[in-house]
């Protein structure tokens, strides 16, 4: 009986110790696991029982990922590939690990994921492709995935969303995507199942403008799906999911913009070519101000011939005997006169400025722009009007002068 214990000890001692590095135990699950984390393996090491269930090989030395290494395990359910080599998968056209239901790939060197890269095993639910330069997807790389619940892609280089990517994965339920450089999400991503339970989209560089409609209408019906991340803990934030452009809107939650803020971003800097516009005017506004005193230079000239006609007005004196009074008013006519003079002050500039009278027409009223955009008129138009209400004046105080003297005159010959 004793030689019987013995051998049967030696045989499990022999069994426990034919892989080297590698110990069994089992997973939350109760099923058989082979841990060989950090053993230096870059393939599938031989000796292992085939009723194993749990592979786990992160941080060794795995340069590909051969599907067919792992037929052996008739039973398997989960392969942890984390933090190794594996560049690239290669399609498989038959379904060779149909009982496969996680697949970890975190943190290997994978640039792209071809249509159909997990063909071999359809019936996965867990796909963990986190912390790779995965620059490029497709609407098929996850075709006959029809089982996934959850799929983590987060920190990776992804720029564009294919549009039918989700359309496999009716069964999604987790969707990690944060850390990427997603800048717009496709209208309709989410057709195939409206609402996912746990989002995972932040650290992105959303582009807030109109195309981005889509998620914004998304968060508003579904923000209690959006979480955050610390490790193990979740927590819902929808506020998480914050625009990068343009700047007047970078760091906003875009679940909080209205449509009219998503649209109008995009013509911010028209009135900043406004405002250059209208900053080139003042400079030519300074010449308008010397040209207007040879326009009162035109004026002056006008009242000359109204002075000659009011001489008119003395043919009744005529019949009238000659009397000291007519000297007397002869004072009063010259008196508006001499206010006319008052006007002539600015024609001491003109001989300085004979050359700017061609620039009227062109530069007076084009080029002064009131604050808002619109024109002023020139000062020149302001001037004139001066001078004839001056001009007015003057008449109407010799009209007066004369009907005065007329009057007096007339009580002189009656009296």
């Known amino acids: 009986m004793q030689p019987f214990l013995l051998l049967f000890l030696l045989s499990q001692v022999t069994v426990a110790t034919a892989v080297a590095g590698c110990h069994s135990d089992r997973d939350k699950d109760h099923r058989p696991r082979k841990n060989c984390t950090a053993a230096g393996f870059s393939d599938v090491p031989a000796g292992l029982e085939p009723t194993t269930k749990v592979l ?8 590909s990922l051969s599907w067919s290494s792992y037929q052996n395990f008739t039973e398997i359910y989960e392969i942890d590939l984390t933090g190794n080599k594996v560049p690239e998968l290669t399609p498989s056209g038959a379904p060779v690990l149909p009982s496969l239901g996680v697949l970890r790939l975190g943190s290997n060197r994978l640039t792209s994921l071809p249509d159909g890269s997990f063909s071999a095993c359809p019936a996965l ?16 790389t ?13 920190s990776n280089h992804i720029r564009v969303l294919p549009r039918l990517m989700l359309h496999p994965l009716p069964a999604i339920e987790l969707l990690y995507i944060e850390y990427n450089k997603i ?28 195309s981005l409609g889509y998620l914004h209408s998304y968060l508003d019906n579904y923000e209690h799906n959006v979480y955050v991340r610390d490790g193990p803990i979740y927590q819902p934030d929808a506020e998480s999911v914050v625009c990068d452009s343009p700047g007047s809107l970078k760091g906003k939650p875009v679940v909080e913009l209205k449509e009219s803020d998503l649209c109008s971003s995009a013509t911010e800097a028209g009135p900043a ?38 001489p008119t007005t003395p043919s009744p004196i005529t019949t009238i005997p000659t009397t000291s009074t007519p000297s007397t008013t002869t004072p009063t006519t010259p008196s508006p006169i001499t206010t006319i003079p008052t006007t002539p002050s600015p024609t001491t500039s003109t ?30 138009t302001g001037a004139g009007l001066f001078c004839f209400w001056l001009f007015a004046g003057c008449v109407l105080l010799c009209v007066a002068s004369g009907a005065s003297a007329l009057a007096t005159l007339a009580r002189l010959i009656i009296w």
């Open 351 to 380: 001989p300085t400025t004979p050359s700017p009278i061609t620039t009227i027409p062109t530069t007076s009223t084009p080029t002064t722009y009131e604050p808002g955009g619109g024109r002023r008129r020139g000062k020149s």
């Open 183 to 210: 800048t717009v999400m496709p209208d309709n991503w989410f057709s195939q199942k409206e609402e996912v339970p746990y989002l995972f989209l932040s650290a992105n560089p959303w582009a807030c403008s109109c």
């Open 273 to 310: 070519g406004d405002a250059l516009m209208f900053t080139d005017a003042p400079p030519t506004t300074s010449t308008p101000s010397t040209t207007t005193a040879p326009t009162t230079t035109t004026t002056p000239t006008t009242p000359t011939p109204t002075t000659s006609t009011t």
């Open 142 to 154: 996850f075709s006959g995935l029809s089982k996934l619940e959850i799929l983590d892609l987060s």
């Open 56 to 63: 786990l090989f992160p941080h060794n030395l795995f340069s």
């Open 125 to 140: 639910t867990e796909l963990h492709l986190s912390n790779n330069a995965i620059a490029a997807l497709s609407d098929q």
